[in-house]
């Protein structure tokens, strides 16, 4: 998921950061002084410094490998990058507005979904390792993406997705890996995909409740928050901002059924990214400092809700986003941007 660092993503599940061309601002939060650095609190992790990257990158498979779209004369470009080998998946006419998106991996198979010009938006895979890209289908109704990691999920050989108009009902559409015809399972009101097999009731409530519903099992958790908290959740954490009358107060993690809940970060943080405890444990959050409502750029921090420890990532940051237990985010000019990333799998 590509989601950008902003100000305003304490009233949202992420929010949109400008590019930054100014100097880098001191952190505002004194809670900073004496953090870890990356290099002090995962020194083993695989992690990695891009500058010079050619392609906008969608997705990192490992610390050094990107998918992402590259823009010529007359076409766009998808495209995976490791070193000076660049292999090309697609490429579709710039005329046509292509878009890529949901990009995931699952096992050793890559799924994205695309759209160009006035096509329906298909559904595409192509193995990791090679061979030639192929359209499972093109039969995805009206699709509900929120730039999550879960807007594709791929669960018992098949890819899920979420479709529907209105909020009566809506759709959970699956197809196999191995293309063919489109099943259609209808819920009840208005959902979005989470970590399969589990549906949310909403992308982030301020309604009292957020519900969760496993489709296997039919179980449903109802997570208790008040009208003065934003939360958004996982089957396993939720994320809760409290707001009180100059915006937030804090922000807090706890489990669905309401247990376990302990403060993350003051009023000096805002959720960075959109998924909510990446891996069941990382919390990406950012740090504003006084200059970034015209710089564009804010601190960049993990708080392990395993260890309870925060770790400053960067000072000044610009885009961020995580898919597939890789974080990824760029720092410096826009015309000279940097991209570092961190495998959160190896931490």
């Given at each position: ?8 993503v304490a009233l949202l ?146 890819v899920h997705w979420a ?185």
């Open positions: 998921m590509r989601t950008a660092i902003s100000l305003g599940a992420a929010g949109a950061l400008l590019a930054g061309t100014l100097p880098e601002p001191p952190p505002r939060n004194p809670g900073a002084v004496g953090r870890p650095s990356l290099a002090q609190a995962w020194p083993d992790a695989a992690r990695a410094d891009l500058p010079g990257l050619t392609v906008e990158p969608l997705l990192f498979l490992d610390a050094t490998t990107v998918v992402g779209t590259r823009a010529s004369a007359d076409a766009v470009h998808l495209v995976v990058v490791k070193g000076d080998v660049e292999r090309e998946l697609r490429r579709l006419p710039a005329a046509d507005e292509p878009r890529f998106e949901g990009l995931t991996v699952a096992g050793d198979e890559m799924v994205w979904t695309e759209a160009a010009g006035d096509r329906p938006v298909e559904v595409w895979a192509v193995r990791r390792e090679g061979g030639a890209p192929r359209r499972l289908t093109a039969d995805t109704g009206n699709t509900l993406f929120y730039g999550n990691q879960y807007d594709l999920v791929v669960a018992d050989g098949r479709a529907g108009e209105g909020n009566a009902a809506t759709e959970i559409r699956s197809v196999p890996l191995t293309g063919g015809k489109v099943e259609i399972r209808e819920e009840k009101g208005q959902w979005a995909l989470s970590a399969w097999p589990w549906l949310t009731d909403d992308t982030g409530s301020q309604s009292g409740t957020v519900r969760m519903r496993n489709m296997t099992t039919g179980q449903e958790v109802r997570a208790p928050v008040s009208g003065a908290e934003w939360t958004m959740c996982s089957p396993v954490w939720c994320r809760v901002m409290v707001m009180n009358g100059d915006g937030l107060a804090r922000m807090d993690a706890m489990r669905p059924d309401g247990a376990d809940r302990r403060r993350m970060a003051g009023p000096e943080a805002q959720a960075a990214v959109g998924d909510v405890a990446v891996l069941d444990r990382f919390e990406i959050l950012s740090e504003p400092g006084p200059e970034s409502d015209l710089t564009g750029v804010a601190g960049l921090v993990v708080h392990d809700l395993t260890t309870g420890r925060t770790v400053t990532l960067a000072a000044a940051a610009d885009l961020a986003a995580t898919k597939d237990g890789m974080l990824w985010w760029s720092t410096g000019r826009q015309e000279a941007a940097v991209w570092h990333t961190l495998d959160l799998r190896t931490v």
